[in-house]
C-alpha cells in the first residue's frame, strides 16, 4: 500500500451534518478501494481563490489515507461522479512525509490529549532546554566589548 494526501472541497451550502454525511461518504469510498483512513480533518469552510462551480466559498477536507496505486484511479472517478464534490487533489507522499504530515494529533480531537511533539520530544523543546540552562552573558561584560567596539572606530 502507497501513503496518499487527499484534499477535497465540498459545496459550501452544506451544514454541519451533511458535511458529516459526506466525510463519511468519502470514507466509505476509500474502504471500498482496501484503503485506510489514518486521519482525517475537517478544515471548516474557506474563501476560495477563485470561483469553481459559481461558488467562491468551499468545506475543505483533508484525509491522510493508504490505499494501492492501482486503486487511486477508481477513487478519482467516485469524487468526479459526486455532485457534492467541487474538486479534489489527490498526493502520494514518501513514507517519512506521511509521518511528518499525518502522524501529528489533529487540531479537531481533544484538546486534553498531548501528541508527542507537545510531551518535549521534538527538537525544538530540546534546544529551548539547552538555551535556558545556560547563564546568560554579564551587563558588565557587554559593556566592556561595546565600549572597546567604539574605540577602534574612532
Not at 477563485?50 to 486503486?71: A, D, M, P, T, V
Not at 474538486?87 to 489533529?106: N, P, T, W, Y
Request: glycine content about 6%; aromatic content about 8%.
Amino acid at each position: 500500500m502507497r501513503f496518499y494526501q487527499t484534499i477535497v472541497i465540498l459545496r459550501p451550502d452544506l451544514d454541519d451534518a451533511q458535511a458529516k454525511e459526506n466525510s463519511e461518504k468519502i470514507k466509505g469510498f476509500i474502504a471500498k478501494y482496501d484503503g485506510e483512513i489514518v486521519r482525517m480533518d475537517n478544515w471548516g469552510k474557506k474563501r476560495l481563490a477563485y470561483r469553481i462551480k459559481k461558488n467562491r466559498f468551499g468545506i475543505y477536507l483533508n484525509i491522510c489515507h493508504k490505499l494501492e496505486g492501482s486503486q487511486v484511479d477508481s477513487l478519482e472517478k467516485e469524487f468526479r461522479l459526486d455532485e457534492t464534490i467541487l474538486k479534489f487533489l489527490v498526493v502520494r507522499l514518501e513514507a517519512d512525509e506521511f509521518e511528518r504530515i499525518c502522524g501529528q494529533q489533529s487540531i479537531f480531537d481533544d484538546p486534553d490529549k498531548k501528541s508527542d511533539s507537545e510531551e518535549g520530544s521534538s527538537r525544538g523543546d530540546e534546544t529551548a532546554t539547552k538555551a535556558e540552562s545556560e547563564p546568560e552573558a554579564e551587563p558588565e561584560a557587554e559593556a566592556e566589548a561595546e565600549t572597546e567596539a567604539a574605540e577602534e572606530i574612532n
